[in-house]
């Protein structure tokens, strides 16, 4: 079973940085595209960004320019540098991966950017 743990969520001030990171097990990770969703409270989780095993990403249109996906197949790794961050950047967020046509998801992360 896949099995993915995210950390580095907080509360930030706008303006600020923070680093997601997710690690992976039980899947070969670097054949995998791995992706970051969101949550915020009333709304529907929303995909962030993606990378490809090819390291093809994508970015949410709200956070181009301001969030770096990356991922370090050794370690088994993906990140998620967030900068600039905005109020409006507060939500849960969330590792994904698709393995066997099923998505699994990591426990989340909250990121809270305060005005």
């Known amino acids: 079973q896949v099995q993915l743990v995210e950390s580095g969520g907080g509360l930030v001030q706008a303006g600020g940085s923070l680093r997601l990171s997710c690690v992976a097990s039980?899947?070969?990770?670097?054949?995998?595209?791995m992706a970051w969703y969101r949550q915020a409270p009333g709304k529907q989780r929303e995909l962030v960004a993606s990378?490809?095993?090819?390291?093809?990403?994508y970015y949410a249109d709200s956070v181009k320019g301001r969030f770096t996906i990356s991922r370090n197949n050794a370690e088994n790794t993906v990140y998620l540098q967030m900068n600039s961050l905005k109020p409006e950047d507060t939500a849960v967020y969330y590792c994904?991966?698709?393995?066997?046509?099923?998505?699994?998801w990591g426990q989340g992360t909250q990121v809270t950017v305060s005005s």
């Open positions: 994904n991966t698709k393995h066997w046509g099923f998505d699994s």
């Open positions: 039980e899947i070969v990770f670097s054949r995998q595209t």
């Open positions: 990378i490809t095993s090819e390291r093809s990403t």
